[in-house]
């Protein structure tokens, strides 16, 4: 399977130990060059040592982020290896006490290295993602983020600021490729917390499981960069015409005679080759990534139980395994198989269901074949219903399985070829399957709707302003496509239509809008 974390270099604050270094082996192990960052260089050096002994890549860098100068010299050093591709913004420290006792020293170092290092250490390494319209800034919060407590003033007054500082990196960044995420992890088991004979720290969040959270969001990256292409599409034709009419080069090649036409017929053609290389990449690279980001999440959110498969959501407790081929819900499955084995790994029943459906109560299955197995015979018998205890919560249910707009066209022709055998309904997949197969049309759609976007605004009008309308206008109508897809599994309407519709109104408009153009 392709990997999207291959030679991409990440760097890791707070590396020396605890979540830091558990990302960092992380990423390393799944092909990542991998620069560590903390102020001991023993501990840096003990890190890179695991690493290199894994075959993986890794350069240590002694800094101490609450120093202006000790960050700069950082990036000077980290971009040797070449632009930085991810920053995780893991490092952190706080000093318990209340704020009438506190020492303000304590305050500031805490906001300097809480706070400042993250927002200084984005600030210098974002012009290089942004060139390449790719990149990831995960900045490592905490709950004390969203909820203070007593002694803990400095160190949750900083982690508040993280999150508003990630939502207004978000929002300043979404549109150059770039992933902007934090994480909010609790009691987390690491040298920070220190020993207490009250607390137990077998229960806690280990460092493992925030690496974990820090991988699946990367792997997400591509599929997110996928769907966001038709936006991307619109923004960049938009801007390429835009600086073309700023120095009136549009107005010199309608005056040398050049037809509207003609000055489209380039732009169309990239667009092709650029749709032909995104699809590509969407089949190949994204759709796999993110099933096994997905994959990954399933195991999370189940302790390592759960996964999702292309023969459905299998989930195990104990001795018993479970697999469902279809689910149509959250409550509401269909197809379902339950085995259980014995300690000696002998398989002691195996339950088939037609549909399950969920209630207060737990699971109710229908049409249900079970079989025991003993050492002489197999006993079956046929139940109109029976209550199953085996079958996963609706909620974990729900959050790990994979959603279909995002599998391959390979995944989901596989899918709908096996629910038609079996009689099933397949809408959702079919619906899944024309908004997949439209996409590279809607793509080229957005950008024949900037040649009038631009071409019909007052020569007054500038650059950014023309950017704002091209973005408002992408934005709207990924949301319209999305909504008409929903619309169309509630209501009924055919899938072809519910895909095809929102490209062919807006290729409709735009064509309108084109010939209109003076």
């Known amino acids: 399977m392709t990997n999207n974390l291959d030679k991409k270099v990440a760097l890791v604050t707070g590396a020396g130990r605890g979540i830091g270094a558990a990302v960092a082996q992380r990423l390393a192990a799944s092909g990542c060059r991998v620069i560590l960052t903390a102020r001991s260089s023993d501990q840096l050096d003990r890190v890179r040592e695991q690493i290199e002994v894994r075959g993986g890549e890794a350069l240590s860098i002694v800094a101490d982020l609450t120093g202006d100068e000790d960050v700069e010299h950082l990036v000077q050093q980290a971009q040797t290896w070449g632009p930085v591709d991810f920053l995780i913004n893991n490092a952190g420290w706080g000093k318990r006490a209340s704020v009438v006792r506190a020492d303000v020293a304590d305050w500031d170092q805490t906001f300097r290295l809480n706070l400042r290092a993250p927002m200084l250490l984005a600030k210098l390494l974002l012009p290089a993602m942004i060139e390449k319209v790719a990149g990831a800034v995960i900045n490592i919060g905490s709950v004390s983020g969203k909820s203070g407590e007593a002694n803990g003033a400095a160190y949750s007054a900083s982690k508040f600021g993280l999150i508003g500082f990630t939502q207004s990196l978000y929002e300043e960044v979404r549109e150059n490729g770039i992933k902007v995420a934090v994480i909010l992890p609790g009691f987390v088991d690491t040298p920070l917390i220190p020993p207490n004979k009250q607390l137990d720290r077998s229960k806690m969040i280990q460092a493992d499981d925030v690496a974990q959270a820090v991988h699946v969001l990367l792997l997400e990256l591509p599929s997110r960069a996928y769907d966001l292409f038709p936006v991307a599409a619109l923004l960049g034709t938009a801007t390429a015409l835009g600086i073309l009419t700023g120095r009136n080069e549009i107005v010199a090649l309608s005056s040398a005679g050049v037809s509207r ?258």
């Open 261 to 518: 036409a003609r000055l489209v017929r380039p732009i169309m053609e990239a667009g092709m080759v650029a749709v032909a290389v995104m699809v590509l990449l969407g089949e190949l690279v994204a759709a796999p990534l993110l099933q096994r980001a997905e994959t990954r999440r399933s195991i999370a959110l189940s302790g390592g139980l759960a996964l999702q498969t292309a023969n459905g959501f299998w989930a195990s407790s104990g001795t018993r395994f479970v697999n469902v081929r279809n689910p149509v819900a959250e409550n509401d499955l269909r197809d379902i198989s339950i085995y259980e084995i014995d300690h000696r790994h002998r398989m002691r029943s195996f339950v088939h269901a037609g549909r399950a459906s969920h209630a207060s109560g737990g699971w109710l299955l229908e049409d249900v074949v079970e079989s025991r197995f003993t050492q002489e015979r197999v006993v079956t018998k046929h139940l109109a219903m029976r209550a199953s205890s085996a079958l996963p919560s609706s909620e974990q249910l729900w959050l790990s399985l994979f959603p279909r707009e995002d599998l391959s066209f390979a995944d989901l022709r596989r899918q709908l070829t096996s629910l038609r055998a079996r009689g099933e309904n397949a809408l959702r997949y079919e619906s899944a399957f024309w908004f997949r197969l439209v996409m590279p049309f809607s793509t080229l759609v957005m950008m024949f709707v900037a040649v009038p976007l631009v071409l019909a605004a007052p020569r007054t009008t500038s650059l950014g302003q023309r950017i704002v309308v091209a973005a408002l206008g992408g934005i709207g109508f990924d949301l319209l496509a999305r909504t008409f897809m929903q619309l169309g599994l509630v209501y009924g309407w055919g899938p072809v239509a519910s895909a095809v519709l929102p490209a062919a109104v807006a290729l409709g408009l735009a064509s309108w809008a084109f010939r209109s153009v003076p």
